[in-house]
């Protein structure tokens, strides 16, 4: 059973930052890429970021890039997004993601599951 419980979510101003944050069983885990999806209200899923078993490999959707990084600690089962200059546009809720494979991708149908999310809401 895929368990991923997410953090660090709450109210930021434009321009602001946060540290989101995900625990996975070991079984959901060990061997496989993870990554980060939302969803807005009225909106469909969306691919946030993804980062290989290693770590070596990344990759975020364009409107993400120069302002959120991902990384995980393959030690702890944790993986993270750290979220800078924060847009009112990034409002949403964000899942931690579970992939398929151990090299990841940029797409919702790269991961196998998902958790329930934490919400982030960025104010003008």
């Known amino acids: 059973q895929v368990q991923l419980v997410e953090s660090g979510g709450g109210l930021v101003q434009a321009g602001g930052s946060l540290r989101l944050s995900c625990a996975a069983s070991?079984?959901?885990?060990?061997?496989?890429?993870m990554g980060w999806l939302r969803q807005a209200p009225g909106k469909e899923r969306e691919f946030v970021a993804s980062?290989?078993?290693?770590?070596?490999?990344?990759y975020y959707t364009d409107s993400v890039k120069g302002r959120f990084t991902i990384s995980r600690d393959n030690t702890k089962n944790m993986v993270y997004l750290q979220m800078n200059n924060l847009k009112p546009e990034d409002t949403a809720v964000y899942s931690c993601?579970?992939?398929?494979?151990?090299?990841?991708?940029?797409?919702?149908?790269?991961?196998?599951?998902w958790g329930q999310g934490t919400q982030v809401t960025v104010s003008s």
């Open positions: 993601a579970a992939g398929r494979s151990g090299s990841g991708g940029s797409n919702v149908s790269s991961f196998r599951s």
């Open positions: 070991e079984r959901t885990f060990s061997g496989y890429a």
């Open positions: 980062t290989s078993w290693s770590g070596k490999t990344t």
